[in-house]
């Protein structure tokens, strides 16, 4: 596909931001954001331009990027686009974590209804979910929380009119275009489909997040409840 180059804007003295699509816009090719995440992954290891950094937020078609100092600016912008162009010949080599699910029952309270919304059973459901091959778009809403890209089209379902008071740690939800996992207790409008006993976040641990922008999940039925 062909990525056209972003629109850039100054937010704060300190941050920037590249936005590669229409602000709004929701599909986001699995291409455009590899690369960003990519992009961003190369900015932060880069010897020119990972001191100029304190932060990247990477989010669904851009990328905000925070600087110490904003008279750094246009020197960072010089060497991203450097970098931003040599990476178009380069391959994305993304890491897979593998996500085992317990499908529908306690686990998955929402199943049913969410396969009768998609016309489908929910045996049927729960094999399109798992089969897919999903992307992290970007981390939001709670720390770990990853939203997840290339959801199956016959599986979009919009959000819940009343959302549920508290969603169990480990959560796999369908919210719209997306797929995710809430890695702690919380409120939540999402369709509750299954459960995984992977933590995904840590704040002890080195990386407190188990997934990152630009990771590759994909999901393992483990035993579809009665």
């Known amino acids: 596909m062909s990525i056209p180059d972003p629109a850039i ?3 704060t003295e300190h941050g920037i931001l590249l ?5 709004g816009s929701s599909v986001i090719e699995p291409a455009l954001q590899q690369r960003l995440c990519q992009l961003a992954t190369l900015l932060r290891e880069h010897s020119h331009t990972g001191p100029l950094l304190c932060d990247i937020v990477t989010a669904p078609g851009s990328l905000l990027l925070v600087l110490h100092d904003g008279r750094t600016a246009r020197r960072l912008l010089r060497h ?5 162009r ?33 016309g489908m059973s929910s045996t049927k459901f729960v094999e399109r979910h ?3 091959n999903y992307f992290v778009q970007s981390l939001g809403f709670m720390p770990g929380f990853a939203y997840l890209g290339g ?7 919009k959000r819940k009119d009343t ?4 969603v169990a740690a480990g959560s796999v939800a369908i919210g719209g275009s997306n797929t995710g ?10 369709h509750i489909i299954g459960r995984t006993s992977v933590t995904l976040f840590d704040a002890h641990a080195q990386q407190p997040c188990l997934l990152q922008p630009g990771d590759t999940v994909r999901f393992i039925a483990q035993k579809e409840n009665p």
């Not at 936005?19 to 602000?23: K, P, S, T």
């Not at 991203?80 to 931003?84: D, G, I, K, Q, V």
């Not at 959801?151 to 379902?157: A, F, G, K, M, V």
């Open 181 to 190: 996992i809430y890695p702690s207790e919380s409120p939540g409008g999402w």
């Open 151 to 157: 959801l199956d089209p016959q599986l979009h379902i």
């Open 9 to 11: 804007s100054f937010v």
């Open 86 to 118: 040599a990476s178009a010949q380069q391959s994305i080599d993304a890491r897979i974590v593998t996500v085992p699910v317990m499908y529908g029952g306690e686990c998955g309270p929402d199943l049913e209804q969410a396969a009768s919304l998609c």
């Open 19 to 23: 936005e590669f699509v229409a602000a």
């Open 80 to 84: 991203a686009e450097t970098l931003w």
């Open 130 to 132: 798992a089969a897919g």
């Open 163 to 166: 959302p549920s008071a508290r």
